[in-house]
């Protein structure tokens, strides 16, 4: 008998979005499967929808706003399955997902599935391949999306998501943790999930904080940066040295120069305007 896969979907707020998870969820061609939505303090709109789609989904959990960490692992605790797929409800999978990602758990070294990815929004679209890895790549940098499945047993062995983290980057932290006992992320190199970009999305908004959210991180997870230390630390110069080239660049680019040669004769006349002026 197929092992049963229980897909979460946690929603805040996805009204015009979260249809099309949820019939993402419902048209996998992998057979044993339940879908459980969480809505996480939405708005009426959002509330109308999702009551529309009740008949649709195994199981419909409302609560009180408490982000999206909490709203996964309230899902989690209520699936039946031994695997957990997460899909955001803004996002989408390609019907063979699950099926395929479950040929790749034959291998019981990996501890998490993803694939090739198609970003997007309504005036823009582009590709995106997550590397997948061990511990070490997970420490460097995220090397897979979001939304992945996973055994739900290694889920509750290190107590799900850390319901701190409510301003992003909790997957990638949830990560570190999944694989700091050994396996590996597996990234199936197709191109069977859809990633939505939004201006206020999750991911944007951990973006402007980013440096907050990784020292949190490192910090966190601060002996495991130590085992590694020098691949960190040739990371973050790798790092260092770029942005230096692209700053090199920058500066010697055609327009640079041009701005800097019609504005150098107005910078003297103002040098020796206030070298008279306080004379």
């Known amino acids: 008998m197929e092992s049963l896969i229980s897909i ?38 959002t509330k109308e929808v999702l009551k529309q789609l009740e008949s649709k989904i195994t199981k419909l959990i409302t609560q009180e706003n408490q982000g999206q960490s909490t709203a996964r692992n309230i899902g989690i605790q209520a699936a039946n399955g031994d695997y957990i797929l997460v899909l955001d409800s ?34 823009f679209s582009d590709e995106y391949y997550p590397g997948g890895g061990d511990l070490k790549k997970f420490l460097i940098c995220n090397e897979a999306t979001g939304s992945a499945i996973y055994r739900k047993k290694d889920c509750i062995a290190i107590g799900g998501y850390d319901e701190k983290m409510r301003s992003g980057f909790e997957d990638w932290e949830f990560y570190i ?21 939004k201006e206020n999305s999750t ?19 601060k002996n495991l940066y130590i085992l590694y230390f020098e691949d960190f630390i040739s990371y973050l110069l790798s790092n260092i040295e770029k942005e230096e080239k692209e700053k ?32």
């Open 203 to 221: 991911t944007s908004k951990a973006n402007k904080l980013k440096y907050n959210l990784r020292n949190f991180i490192y910090n966190k997870h």
């Open 90 to 123: 803004d996002d989408f999978f390609e019907p063979t997902f699950c099926e395929k990602a479950m040929l790749v758990f034959q291998d019981s070294s990996i501890k998490l599935v993803t694939s090739f990815t198609k970003r997007f929004n309504n005036f």
């Open 177 to 197: 943790r999944l694989l700091q006992n050994g396996g590996k992320a597996f990234v199936i190199p197709e191109f069977l999930f859809n990633y939505r970009l």
């Open 8 to 45: 979460i979907i946690p929603c805040y707020n996805d009204w015009q979005y979260v249809e099309q998870a949820v019939n993402s969820a419902l048209y996998q061609t992998y057979g044993n499967k339940e879908i459980i939505v969480v809505d996480d303090g939405s708005n009426a709109k």
């Open 248 to 279: 090199i660049k920058n500066i010697n680019r055609l327009e640079f120069r041009i701005g800097k040669s019609i504005l150098t004769p107005f910078r003297y006349i103002k040098f020796i305007f206030k070298k008279n002026l306080f004379k």
